[in-house]
């Protein structure tokens, strides 16, 4: 990968800068060549703070947001609006072509909100920057999770489910995700035991039976049946059909999340899908309890974010 890898530095006031610091040796032997973004006077601030020194090699450029002091653990504006201009500054570079693709450390969205940042999130600010239907993946080559719903209330869920809109889904995380074959859950306990216990399933059957056909009679065709679904959510993630399936769509956030956290927590990523760029973060937050406090960090889900990126990249040439 000739071209460097823009990391947007995230919250300075969690933990997203010591790993940066720590791993940044580890993504230089891989032959990763990073470049963050944050300034000089922050990355001294961070760096004294740590104990840690800055290798000499650990490329930056400064985002266009005004430098604070780091207080650590806690929520406040000042790193919300520096999280987010870092994160603006690598989305350009990396679709003005300049950076490869772009790897995100952690934000809190509590401090997005305070400094009036109109996302909730990564995704959602990369849906509005591209006007594109970003989905959100997570996991890791053991499994991947794509998610129908995120960051919406339980009780909307519901409403969300169109069969039009599910299909289209289903279609564009199959061309973007590498699957052969994806198991989609249903909403309902039993997947609604035939109505009984529920009636979405029946849209979540025609959306799976038209995404089907739609795939069948394209280009993109693998198998008969690339999806399989509504499957009752409480044996979808059970050993046996997790030898089967390695991709799955969840209808809502904590259906997905809480399996694949419960099963690789520390080496899953998060990874945006069906954008005109590649973005991958770690899948993990701030970890303000233990930010700056000389804590062992594991590096396994951003080292695994980068090496993603870096991946695809080679793979797309």
């Known amino acids: 990968m000739t071209l460097p890898l823009a990391v947007s530095i995230g919250d300075l006031n969690g933990i997203g800068i010591e790993i940066a610091l720590r791993a940044h ?48 653990g806690r929520v406040s504006a000042e790193a919300g609006a520096y999280s987010f201009a870092s994160f603006k500054t690598g989305v350009e570079l990396t679709a003005a072509g300049e950076c490869a693709a772009i790897v995100t450390l952690p934000i809190h969205k509590k401090a997005w909100e305070m400094a009036t940042i109109a996302y909730k999130g990564h995704t959602d600010a990369l849906r509005d920057f591209f006007d594109r239907d970003a ?10 999770v794509g998610l129908y719903t995120e960051h919406i209330p339980l009780r909307q869920v519901p409403a969300a489910l169109e069969k039009d809109r599910l299909s289209r889904f289903l279609i564009d995380f199959y061309r973007q995700s590498g699957a052969e074959e994806v198991a989609v859950l249903g909403l309902n306990p039993h997947a609604g035991d035939h109505g009984v216990l529920g009636d979405e399933e029946t849209i979540i059957e025609e959306a799976v039976a038209q995404a089907n056909q739609s795939i069948q009679n394209s280009k993109f065709k693998i198998q008969n049946h690339t999806f399989t679904g509504p499957l009752v959510p409480d044996i979808a993630f ?27 927590f520390d080496e899953s990523i998060n990874v945006s899908l069906n954008l005109p760029i590649l973005r991958t973060s770690v899948d993990h937050g ?15 889900s951003y080292l695994n974010a980068v090496e993603y990126a870096a991946e695809r990249k080679r793979m797309r040439g």
């Open 25 to 72: 040796t580890l993504l230089r032997e891989r032959g990763v060549s990073p470049l963050y973004l944050i300034d000089r006077e922050m990355l001294t601030q961070a760096a004294d703070r740590l104990a840690l020194p800055v290798p000499e090699d650990f490329s930056i450029l400064s985002p266009d947001a005004a430098p604070f002091e780091i207080d650590p």
């Open 135 to 144: 989905i959100m993946m997570l996991g890791c080559p053991d499994m991947y």
């Open 238 to 264: 059970t050993p046996a059909m997790r030898r089967r399936f390695r991709h799955y769509v969840a209808l809502y956030h904590d259906q997905g999340l809480i399996p694949l956290k419960a099963l690789y």
């Open 286 to 300: 701030t970890a303000f309890d233990i930010a700056y406090r000389g804590a062992e960090l594991n590096l396994r």
